[in-house]
């Protein structure tokens, strides 16, 4: 079975500093995606970043961005100028290529210190 | 574009009682997932309707149950409930069967007394 696995429970971040959060991941499947998603106090499950297994290059999205090692199964999450709005739990997740089910790791608590 | 919509926010029920969450998936939006979230589980994934099949069940009992309407809307429901099923529910939507992202509502706080 599939798992991801968070070894940082929490974080702390100067702001404007940059933070990586780690994930790594076990599979056997060749077909898969990676997220990182962001949840704030609100609860509401936000997309951060996504990364297609198939593609090398590493999945950017403005502040934040991606290292994925597909061999090595890790998935770090990187996030440059970090703001206070940053701060949230931030869940590492695999899916398979063929389902829409979710595999969430146990979550990094960030916190982004003025 | 309107959200995925999760009624009620909040819910409080007695233990032995049954419960109905619904969500309403973005329009256009064929595949819903459901999942619980608790501080000592973590997000655990219960299952996945894609026009109005259940396409994918993780490993809860049956007392966890849901469906699917033509209009994609879905329900989950939990029978004979148990303090532990208090918990976060949070539906996912997406916009195929196999689509890159799956949008969050923000979930339903159902708290079992």
């Known amino acids: 079975a599939q798992t991801v696995t968070q070894s940082q429970p929490e974080m702390s971040v100067q702001e404007a500093e940059t933070v990586t959060l780690s994930c790594t991941y076990d599979?056997?499947?060749?077909?898969?995606?990676l997220f990182w998603y962001k949840q704030p106090p609100s609860r509401q499950m936000i997309l951060v970043i996504r990364?297609?297994?198939?593609?090398?290059q590493n999945a950017t999205e403005n502040r934040f961005s991606v290292n994925f090692q597909k061999a090595a199964k890790s998935f770090s999450l990187k996030i440059s100028d970090s703001q206070l709005g940053d701060a949230a739990m931030y869940f590492c997740?695999?899916?398979?290529?063929?389902?829409?089910?979710?595999?969430f790791g146990t979550g990094t608590l960030l916190a982004v210190q003025p | 574009k309107a959200g995925v919509t999760q009624t009620p926010r909040y819910l409080i029920k007695t233990r032995g009682q049954q419960v109905t969450l619904s969500c309403s998936p973005i329009?256009?939006?064929?595949?819903v997932s459901w999942y619980q979230q608790t501080p000592g589980q973590g997000l655990q994934f219960l299952f996945e309707?894609?026009?109005?099949?259940?396409?994918n069940k993780g490993n809860f009992p049956g007392r966890f149950s849901g469906r699917q309407f033509s209009n994609s809307r879905s329900e989950m429901n939990v029978s004979t409930l148990e303090l532990g099923d208090s918990a976060l529910y949070l539906c996912?939507?997406?916009?195929?069967?196999?689509?890159?992202?799956?949008?969050f509502g923000q979930g339903t706080r159902l708290t079992v007394v």
């Open positions: 997740a695999y899916r398979e290529g063929a389902t829409n089910k979710l595999i």
């Open positions: 599979t056997s499947e060749s077909d898969y995606y």
């Open positions: 990364q297609e297994a198939y593609k090398q």
């Open positions: 996912a939507s997406s916009i195929s069967g196999t689509g890159l992202e799956a949008f």
């Open positions: 309707y894609f026009s109005e099949t259940q396409r």
């Open positions: 329009s256009g939006h064929r595949s």
